[in-house]
Nanobody
Framework: QVQLVESGGGLVQPGGPLRLSCRAT????????MGWYRQAPGKERDLVIG???????SYAASVKCRFTISRDNAKHTVDLLVNSLKPVDTGDYYC?????????WGQGTQVPVSS
């Protein structure tokens, strides 16, 4: 059974850093493509970083140069790293994978960006 669990959310001041972690059980990130997604209040869930099984990342224009991604195969985790958050980055962050014909999602973690 595939399970994804996000951690690391919470209130952050503008300009502050952030590290979110997505831990997988029942699946290996090195075998599937995954993504970090953001759902801003009142909006749809959007992809912010796509990450292939081979380790290639693609970034939404709004997060380029601020968001990065890192995978630890031994720990079965993929981390989202931000060096400078903006208020527009506020939202619920989810990790997701597509495997065996299904989409799998974590429960999400809230990241309010406010002073």
């Amino acid at each position: 059974q595939v399970q994804l669990v996000e951690s690391g959310g919470g209130l952050v001041q503008p300009g502050g850093p952030l590290r979110l972690s997505c831990r997988a059980t029942g699946i290996s990130f090195s075998a599937v493509n995954m993504g970090w997604y953001r759902q801003a209040p009142g909006k749809e869930r959007d992809l912010v970083i796509g990450f292939t099984s081979g380790g290639t990342a693609s970034y939404a224009a709004s997060v380029k140069c601020r968001f990065t991604i890192s995978r630890d195969n031994a720990k079965h985790t993929v981390d989202l790293l931000v060096n400078s958050l903006k208020p527009v980055d506020t939202g619920d962050y989810y990790c997701g994978v597509y495997a065996w014909g299904d989409n799998y999602w974590g429960q999400g973690t809230q990241v309010p960006v406010s002073s």
